[in-house]
């Protein structure tokens, strides 16, 4: 086992995959969240003709298979296609729009659900103690601190997990687009399986650990506020 | 504080204030059955809902000198201690924490200051939320049934801290309360509500 991991942690290819993997997440996580919590929490506040198919639309989003966001996104930057001139295809930032498109809806859904649930009672509280328009704000994002946490760990999750999208956007090229999911098929389709299952739980473990990081940091302001 | 022409229909509900004169620095109680429009009313007061037409003229009280309580408080996720001062801070006023340790003190809070407020007994709640609301001395108090179903203690906590903001800087206050035969003697004013209406209007002597 020691062996293998140091094999694996010495290998420049699945070093690079584990990099881009970890920026691929962290990055469209970041940008979804921006975006997903944004467009969850202006649904919830203001009311338009057409907003309950725009809520429609957003869960059917939620439940896309990432493989036609995947070709979605290649038609668009493929080299004949609309945003072809921005020479996006097979790259990191290719397959970060490709992972951002997948996640926000992800992202946004959850939020909405979660404003239209709390939302109405901060904002009458914030009324009530003569709050401003910002203060309101402010105070509705300190209060749905932890549900807009799991929002993104949710998104971070399925952003980890990706494997179609950033096969078919980033083609899966060795030391440059290939992520650890995209690997781990690869070897598959080899018929390697034993190093293909070890990445598997190298990227499951590694995940933990930042779940376990966070969850660290939300445990802290916990104790902190009860005692 | 005058009322003119105010009305809302919520579903089937529709309330109608033709004319009503909340006089200032006096505590007004509201008395009705369960669904006559009080709670509507006070929120129409309070700005949370807008009324179809109508007008109230606050006679120069600004929204943020106005505050609401309920029966279920909202308290933030976070201490005893915070959730009192957050209407100073939003103020942009320093709390005098000794100030704020003998209210809570007072209303037997002060072991809990640091506690994590949702974790407090729904009577402790109520007396939170009162107390924060009285921390920033609004103008205009309005209280939906905040002192039902605490006890005999609690309540005469509450009638004193009344009674002392009235002797110092009298404020307005709108109160709701089912159990109203314990509070009605701090009532100067009683109006009486039914199906959505002002049906009667009783200033107290003296």
């Known amino acids: ?227 | 504080m005058k009322i003119t022409d105010l009305h809302k229909k919520i579903g089937r509900f529709e309330l109608n204030v033709e004319s009503l004169s909340v006089e200032p620095g006096k505590i007004h109680g509201i008395v009705g059955s369960n669904g006559c429009g009080k709670t509507v009313f006070l929120k129409l007061v309070m700005g949370i809902l807008n009324p179809d037409r109508g007008y109230i003229d606050y006679e120069g009280i600004l929204p943020q000198e106005i505050t609401m309580m309920t029966q279920r408080p909202y308290l933030m996720r976070t201490s005893v201690y915070k959730n009192l001062i957050y209407p100073l801070k939003i103020r942009g006023i320093r709390p005098d924490e000794e100030k704020m340790d003998e209210l809570l003190d007072r209303a037997g809070l002060l072991e809990q200051k640091k506690q994590y407020a949702r974790s407090l007994s729904s009577g402790e709640k109520q007396k939170l939320s009162f107390l924060r609301a009285m921390v920033f001395e609004p103008k205009v108090i309005i209280m939906d049934e905040t002192l039902s179903n605490l006890d005999a203690e609690s309540e005469e906590l509450f009638k004193e801290l009344i009674s002392m903001r009235q002797k110092k800087d009298p404020a307005t206050w709108l109160i709701v309360n089912h159990q109203w035969d314990h509070v009605n003697r701090l009532f100067e004013a009683v109006h009486y509500m039914e199906k959505g209406r002002f049906v009667k209007n009783e200033i107290a002597e003296g």
């Open chain 1, 1 to 227: 086992m020691i062996d293998w991991m140091i094999n694996v942690f010495s290998d420049k290819a699945v070093l690079s995959a584990i990099r881009v993997t970890f920026m691929l997440a962290f990055g469209s996580t970041l940008l979804s969240s921006v975006f997903g919590i944004a467009a969850g929490l202006l649904l919830e506040r203001f009311s338009f003709p057409g907003k309950r198919i725009v809520i429609r639309i957003n869960r059917t989003l939620m439940g896309v298979p990432p493989v036609v966001v995947g070709l979605l996104v290649y038609l668009l930057l493929m080299r004949r296609g609309p945003l072809g001139s921005l020479e996006l295809l097979f790259t990191i930032p290719g397959m970060l729009i490709a992972q951002t498109l997948i996640i926000t809806p992800i992202i946004s859904g959850m939020v909405y659900s979660y404003a239209c649930r709390f939302v109405p009672a901060i904002r009458v509280f914030a009324i009530t103690m003569g709050a401003g328009k910002w203060q309101t704000v402010k105070l509705i994002f300190a209060e749905l601190r932890k549900e807009l946490y799991f929002c993104m760990v949710t998104g971070f999750g399925r952003s980890i997990s990706e494997v179609g999208a950033v096969m078919l956007v980033g083609g899966n090229i060795k030391g440059s687009t290939r992520t650890m999911t995209t690997t781990i098929s690869l070897l598959k389709s080899q018929g390697i399986f034993t190093e293909g299952v070890g990445l598997g739980i190298l990227l499951l473990v590694m995940a933990f650990i930042l779940q376990c990081l966070c969850d660290f940091f939300q445990r802290e302001e916990v104790q902190d506020e009860n005692y």
